[in-house]
């Protein structure tokens, strides 16, 4: 995929779109059917609470983590010769793109998260796959994955407003390339660091239908309170390491 795209192809078929759902729809350019949300799915003054809440909780958050952000960097760098930190193109609201940055977990040569992919013959869905003993991700790696130490960067992106602390994840875009147009109504709202499919499961949660059916259940049911029992709950499931790997 060219970098400099900033829409997402939408795919032909467009039978399954139910547009009052998913406040987007489908427009050409040039003649190529592409992405497009006419408006969000929150807006108004619960557009304004959420952007608040992430501002000030991610704020608070990057004062406090911060020393322990540092000491990661500096793990990483004693850890494994590369950078300190990863950074991939995922698919935002909108199904924009922008670039999302880790903590790197992976060897410098094999940090290509991407090109870890499987797909699922009976749901005919290309998934991205995350393995307890990838042998590309490096000793530190481990325990970074493990306790979501390597997301911390991604406070950054919120405050920037690429993201937001409670959302669907932002989606690889060669799996977006595949995603049946029903699947776009994920990106109707800002993508996330943690989102319900996360705290209900996380990767044991194999099906990526079933994940895109639990981001649209976020949608329709979205309230401030439902982002602080998300937040809450990826607490509790950090620190017992529910499939995280």
Avoid at 215 to 243: C, M
Wanted: hydrophobic residues 40%; proline residues 6%; charged residues 25%.
């Amino acid at each position: 995929m060219n970098p400099d795209l900033n829409l997402i192809r939408y795919p032909d078929d467009r039978s399954e779109l139910r547009e009052h759902d998913l406040r987007a729809g489908v427009e050409e350019s040039d003649g190529i059917p592409r992405a497009q949300v006419r408006e969000p799915a929150i807006d108004g003054l619960d557009r304004l609470v959420k952007r608040l809440f992430d501002l000030v909780i991610s704020t608070c958050l990057l004062i406090v983590l911060s020393p322990l952000m540092l000491l990661t960097a500096l793990l990483i760098k004693l850890d494994s010769p590369g950078t300190v930190f990863f950074r991939q193109q995922r698919v935002g609201e909108g199904a924009r793109l922008f670039w999302m940055v880790k903590f790197r977990s992976m060897f410098a040569c094999a940090d290509q998260e991407a090109t870890h992919t499987h797909y699922n013959a009976s749901s005919s869905q290309l998934s991205f796959v995350k393995t307890p003993y990838d042998p590309r991700v490096t000793r530190l790696g481990h325990f970074l994955r493990r306790t979501s130490l390597d997301e911390l960067p991604q406070l950054f992106s919120v405050l920037k407003g690429d993201m937001s602390l409670v959302g669907p994840r932002p989606e690889l875009p060669q799996l977006v390339e595949h995603y049946e147009p029903w699947q776009f109504q994920r990106f109707a709202v800002p993508q996330g660091m943690t989102g319900w499919w996360q705290v209900n499961g996380r990767m044991e949660r194999g099906d990526p239908r079933q994940r895109v059916e639990d981001d649209l259940f976020y949608i329709r049911n979205y309230s401030l309170w439902l982002d602080v029992r998300i937040l809450l709950k990826t607490i509790l499931a950090v620190i017992h390491g529910e499939g995280a790997y």
